[in-house]
């Protein structure tokens, strides 16, 4: 994949429904939000705007050359960006986790201690947002972290799911190449 066109193609777009989902469930004044993945920053960039502080975390540092460049003077103060791999990556206590479409992306071995960090560092109350690639999706077999919907539940086993969505169908990725999508969206709190 081209990153640099990955980055072009999704800067400016709007935040995606499950993150906007999990911010009509949060009640509370806004805390501290992480954005796992936060790419060219679609996400990171409707946290800042209602207000969240936010750590925005990717392993391609080509992502904060776009998302730095997108972010108003009148939110800077309020983001932090890592570069870090889901492999070394630390996060600090959040009200919010948001992981759109980068979960898969964390080696599978790698994959069990990421979660356990997810579920350390979300607050109680607090709310996660995120994608998990499922067994039909064209990816599945390019050694990315695949979830079947049992294993997705069993993930959030003792949360309260707000929204669990299968998405089944052909489409597109960011880059314009055409894809058959298997993919859970989960909005659920902790």
């Known amino acids: 994949m081209n990153a640099r066109r ?11 429904p499950s993150l906007l989902l999990a911010l009509d469930h949060w009640r509370d004044a806004p805390g501290q939000a992480i954005d796992l993945g936060c790419g060219a920053g ?4 409707e946290l800042l705007r209602r207000g969240w502080q936010v750590q925005a975390i990717d392993a391609e540092p080509l992502a904060f050359e776009h ?3 997108l972010v108003p003077p009148e939110h800077q103060a309020a983001l932090q960006t890592r570069c870090s791999t889901f492999q070394s990556v630390e996060l600090m206590p959040a009200e919010l986790i948001n992981a759109s479409f980068s979960l898969p992306f964390c080696p599978p071995g790698a994959f069990p201690e990421l979660w356990q960090r997810i579920e350390r560092a979300l607050e109680p109350g607090g709310l996660f947002a995120g994608h998990f690639f499922g067994e039909r999706d064209d990816w599945a077999t390019d050694g990315l972290t695949i979830h079947t919907r049992h294993e997705v539940e069993d993930l959030f086993t003792g949360w309260q799911i707000i ?3 299968e998405i089944d ?4 990725t960011a880059v314009g190449s055409s894809k058959h999508w298997h ?6 709190r902790r």
């Not at 679609?42 to 960039?45: I, K, P």
């Not at 169908?169 to 597109?172: E, F, N, P």
């Not at 993919?183 to 659920?188: G, I, N, S, Y």
Request: net charge neutral; aromatic share 10%.
């Open 183 to 188: 993919l859970f969206a989960v909005v659920a």
């Open 67 to 69: 998302l730095n460049a």
């Open 163 to 165: 929204d669990l969505q």
């Open 169 to 172: 169908r052909q489409g597109q």
């Open 42 to 45: 679609r996400d990171t960039l």
């Open 6 to 16: 990955f980055y072009e193609n999704t800067r400016n777009t709007p935040a995606l």
